[in-house]
């Protein structure tokens, strides 16, 4: 994140006589992209993985929970 957010002042700086159509460029892109069905089904992906990775986890803690409880 922190390299996007560098380069994307980089380019801000470099481009500032022309901010307005690196400004339409970009959203643009974003409209482009937000049309997509890719966004929201990437969303549902990324939190059905978040949900099987904390059930994973816990079963897991749980397991060795119970090795040094004894």
Do not use: Q
Request: glycine share 2%.
């Amino acid at each position: 994140m922190l390299a996007i957010i560098v380069v994307l002042f980089t380019v801000l700086l470099i481009n500032i006589d022309n901010f307005e159509d690196v400004y339409n460029s970009v959203c643009k892109a974003f409209t482009e992209y937000t049309r997509s069905p890719l966004l929201p089904a990437g969303a549902v992906a990324a939190l059905a993985a978040y949900y099987a990775s904390y059930r994973i986890s816990c079963r897991l803690y749980l397991k060795g929970a119970e090795k040094y409880d004894k």
